[in-house]
């Protein structure tokens, strides 16, 4: 019976969990007409952009540059050339994304937006192409930070490279500047308190990207929320010093292979493997926690975030769903009763409100957000049917209960799964 939940329930919580959100306008630029050739062709392409149509966006974007001269046109179509570029590895868009930004900074030399473009573009984390520079990554990144204190956007690249650099001191300062500006809305510090209140102590905790990840510092750092849980952040481990640093950090196991892994293959850790798979360095460390988790010998609960993709330990592992978190399992789990606790007085108003905050100019993030208040109503209702199926009718209606009022004050009131939840509950009670 608790595989056919998971089948009538998986497919619509795909959706619930992540779902597109309504575009916002194109951002007003000084000096450029809303209706006009070059106005028409930024706002067609800032719809390319947050749609994650890149390529569309990089050429309405030079239309508009080449039509209005205007320094905030082109610092948009330096990102959006960065991305592209970065992502195709082609080194001639990253040299006319350093133009447009320079272009942008002989007009405006505090231009924020034009120093980050410049920063992501000499990131050798993004494209080792050969003019990479730690050194221009750095400088940049300080300067955009000079010139607007409040962009958030700046803020995260600087977390990623203290993160990465392992400077705990600017890693702080930028999950403090972070909240101060308010750049992760309140439904998804939500989502990240409900998880990190309900982890087992000392957990190792797997996150999968910025969503997860630095939520979850910010709370540790702002709030002092669960300081002694290890947010680990699994891509960030395909760098050598990264899983280095974490391993030592949290006095985690650091298995042989990351040695082999990077004296035999590229700088990232990174090979096929003869069944044409990739296997990184990041499979390497997470394999090797994994083995130490089940011989007993971690030392600490390894868990992962909700929103962790399932295949970095689904193939690893079966999984058991404990709710607010997964753990790795010998057999596939459901855990009714740790949910029943973890649902309980769960303050819908907290998950309501916009998923992206409006200075976040990332188009992943803008395109498919997560979703805090449909996980947890997702959750929570799973958890009413599996205790109508473990003949729990009680408790069941109890929970349920708390997950109606929740999509109620959430702003999820007419999500179909709490019908198909009741349908559920109500066939598990009666034998049907």
């Given at each position: 019976m608790r595989?056919?939940?998971?089948?009538?329930?998986?497919?619509p919580?795909?959706?619930a969990?992540?779902m597109?959100?309504?575009r916002?306008p194109?951002?007003a630029?000084d000096?450029l007409t809303?209706?006009?050739?070059?106005g028409?062709?930024?706002?067609?392409g800032?719809d390319?952009f947050?749609s994650l149509?890149?390529?569309d966006?990089?050429d309405?974007?030079?239309e508009a540059a080449?039509?209005s001269?205007e320094?905030?046109v082109?610092a948009?179509?330096?990102?959006?050339?960065?991305?592209?570029g970065?992502?195709?590895?082609?080194?001639?868009?990253?040299?006319?994304t350093?133009?447009?930004?320079?272009?942008v900074l002989a007009?405006?030399a505090c231009?924020a937006?034009a120093h980050?473009?410049l920063?992501?573009?000499?990131n050798?984390q993004f494209?080792?192409?050969?003019g990479a520079?730690a050194?221009s990554t750095a400088?940049?990144?300080?300067?955009?930070?000079?010139c607007?204190p409040?962009?958030?956007?700046?803020w995260?690249a600087i977390?990623?490279?203290?993160?990465?650099l392992?400077?705990?001191d600017t890693?702080a300062e930028?999950?403090?500047?972070?909240?101060?500006?308010?750049?992760?809305?309140?439904?998804?510090l939500?989502?990240?308190?409900w998880a990190?209140?309900?982890?087992p102590?000392?957990a190792?905790?797997?996150?999968?990207?910025?969503?997860?990840?630095?939520?979850?510092?910010?709370?540790?750092e702002v709030e002092?929320?669960?300081?002694?849980?290890?947010?680990?952040?699994?891509?960030?481990l395909d760098?050598?010093?990264?899983?280095?640093?974490?391993a030592?950090a949290n006095g985690?196991?650091l298995?042989d292979?990351?040695?082999?892994?990077v004296?035999?293959?590229?700088?990232?850790?990174?090979?096929?493997?003869?069944d044409?798979?990739i296997?990184s360095?990041?499979?390497?460390?997470?394999d090797?926690?994994?083995?130490?988790?089940f011989d007993?010998?971690?030392?600490?609960?390894?868990v992962?975030?909700?929103?962790?993709d399932?295949?970095?330990?689904?193939?690893?592992?079966e999984?058991?769903d404990?709710v607010a978190?997964?753990?790795p399992s010998e057999?596939?789990g459901f855990?009714?009763?740790?949910?029943?606790?973890?649902?309980a007085?769960l303050?819908?108003t907290?998950?309501?409100?916009?998923?992206?905050s409006k200075?976040?100019?990332s188009p992943v993030?803008?395109?498919m957000?997560?979703?805090p208040a449909?996980?947890?109503l997702?959750?929570?209702?799973q958890?009413a049917?599996?205790?109508a199926?473990?003949g729990?009718?009680?408790?069941?209606?109890t929970?349920?209960a708390?997950?109606?009022?929740f999509?109620?004050t959430s702003g999820r009131?007419?999500?179909?799964l709490?019908?198909?939840?009741r349908?559920?509950?109500?066939d598990?009670?009666?034998?049907?």
């Amino acid at each position: 019976m608790r595989a056919l939940l998971l089948a009538a329930l998986l497919a619509p919580a795909a959706v619930a969990q992540v779902m597109p959100m309504e575009r916002d306008p194109a951002p007003a630029v000084d000096g450029l007409t809303p209706g006009s050739p070059a106005g028409r062709a930024f706002a067609e392409g800032w719809d390319a952009f947050v749609s994650l149509q890149l390529a569309d966006a990089v050429d309405l974007w030079r239309e508009a540059a080449d039509l209005s001269d205007e320094p905030a046109v082109r610092a948009w179509l330096a990102e959006a050339l960065r991305r592209v570029g970065q992502q195709a590895q082609e080194e001639a868009l990253v040299h006319e994304t350093i133009g447009e930004a320079r272009r942008v900074l002989a007009a405006d030399a505090c231009h924020a937006q034009a120093h980050l473009a410049l920063a992501d573009a000499y990131n050798g984390q993004f494209f080792a192409w050969p003019g990479a520079s730690a050194d221009s990554t750095a400088l940049h990144l300080q300067r955009a930070a000079s010139c607007d204190p409040d962009d958030g956007n700046v803020w995260m690249a600087i977390w990623t490279e203290s993160a990465r650099l392992g400077d705990a001191d600017t890693e702080a300062e930028a999950l403090r500047r972070l909240h101060e500006i308010g750049f992760w809305t309140p439904p998804v510090l939500a989502l990240a308190r409900w998880a990190l209140r309900n982890l087992p102590p000392d957990a190792v905790l797997l996150t999968n990207g910025d969503g997860d990840t630095v939520p979850s510092r910010l709370l540790q750092e702002v709030e002092g929320l669960r300081p002694d849980v290890a947010v680990v952040n699994v891509p960030m481990l395909d760098l050598p010093e990264v899983a280095h640093r974490t391993a030592e950090a949290n006095g985690l196991p650091l298995p042989d292979s990351v040695e082999t892994h990077v004296a035999r293959h590229d700088p990232r850790g990174s090979t096929a493997t003869p069944d044409g798979r990739i296997y990184s360095l990041r499979d390497a460390v997470v394999d090797g926690w994994l083995a130490a988790h089940f011989d007993g010998t971690l030392g600490r609960p390894l868990v992962a975030a909700i929103t962790l993709d399932p295949e970095v330990l689904g193939t690893k592992t079966e999984i058991a769903d404990h709710v607010a978190y997964l753990a790795p399992s010998e057999t596939f789990g459901f855990d009714a009763q740790l949910g029943r606790a973890a649902v309980a007085d769960l303050d819908g108003t907290a998950f309501a409100g916009p998923l992206v905050s409006k200075g976040d100019r990332s188009p992943v993030r803008r395109m498919m957000p997560f979703d805090p208040a449909g996980i947890v109503l997702f959750q929570a209702l799973q958890t009413a049917v599996a205790l109508a199926q473990e003949g729990d009718s009680e408790g069941a209606e109890t929970v349920y209960a708390q997950a109606v009022a929740f999509s109620v004050t959430s702003g999820r009131a007419d999500d179909p799964l709490v019908g198909v939840a009741r349908e559920w509950i109500d066939d598990a009670v009666t034998g049907r």
